[in-house]
T-cell receptor, first 114, second 111 residues
Framework: DVKVTQSSRYLVKRTGEKVFLECVQDMDHENMFWYRQDPGLGLRLIYFSYDVKMKEKGDIPEGYSVSREKKERFSLILESASTNQTSMYLC?????????????FGPGTRLTVL | QKEVEQNSGPLSVPEGAIASLNCTYSDRGSQSFFWYRQYSGKSPELIMSIYSNGDKEDGRFTAQLNKASQYVSLLIRDSQPSDSATYLCAVRSGRDDKIIFGKGTRLHILP
């Protein structure tokens, strides 16, 4: 079974704090993704990575950065948390099988910024 | 035009009936299509993927793809209360290979 884990299920931080969200997958997947999910807005892609030390901006990268130093780990960083970054954060990883790339999600981190 | 569209629902279906969920997409070059189920407060879980025109069956679930009409649907036979969830349609873009998610349809199975 594919296993994607995230460091915290719930997190409460204060405005201005630096926040680290960690994601680890144990299936040797090349591709990893960070999304946020908000009511009425659906899933929005923040950043993704197709290889170690590689990163690409998604649709809403502002206010976020990422780090991928090892293949299995993809970190999302909120440099200075703001209240509008209160959201559910979902990490996903994917691999190419039969020519198709399928994403599998971690359990999510619900972040509240006060 | 939104890239992947779903009716937000809620769609209410009696227990034991067939639930039909629909999704349309705008990118005619899309090749891969996915259905995810998401329970409240949980992360999306992949339940079906389909790549070719026609039907693909897996247990009580059937995915249907019509590329000419640019829609993909999910049928759930013998609906159970445990099927109550939000169902997300996802499409791999033919332009840049990114997966684009619809906003989901809330399904409520009435006991």
């Amino acid at each position: 079974d594919v296993k994607v884990t995230q460091s915290s299920r719930y997190l409460v931080k204060r405005t201005g704090e630096k926040v680290f969200l960690e994601c680890v997958q144990d299936m040797d997947h090349e591709n990893m993704f960070w999304y946020r999910q908000d009511p009425g807005l659906g899933l929005r892609l923040i950043y993704f990575s197709y290889d170690v030390k590689m990163k690409e901006k998604g649709d809403i990268p502002e206010g976020y950065s990422v780090s991928r130093e090892k293949k299995e780990r993809f970190s999302l960083i909120l440099e200075s948390a703001s209240t509008n970054q209160t959201s559910m954060y979902l990490c996903a990883s994917s691999f190419l099988q039969g020519g198709v790339d399928t994403q599998y999600f971690g359990p999510g981190t619900r972040l509240t910024v006060l | 035009q939104k890239e992947v569209e779903q009716n937000s629902g809620p769609l209410s279906v009696p227990e034991g009936a067939i639930a039909s969920l629909n999704c349309t997409y705008s990118d005619r070059g899309s090749q891969s299509f996915f259905w995810y189920r998401q329970y409240s407060g949980k992360s999306p879980e992949l339940i079906m993927s389909i790549y070719s025109n026609g039907d693909k069956e897996d247990g009580r679930f059937t995915a249907q793809l019509n590329k000419a009409s640019q829609y993909v649907s999910l049928l759930i036979r013998d609906s159970q209360p445990s099927d109550s969830a939000t169902y997300l349609c996802a499409v791999r873009s033919g332009r840049d290979d990114k997966i684009i998610f619809g906003k989901g349809t809330r399904l409520h199975i009435l006991p």
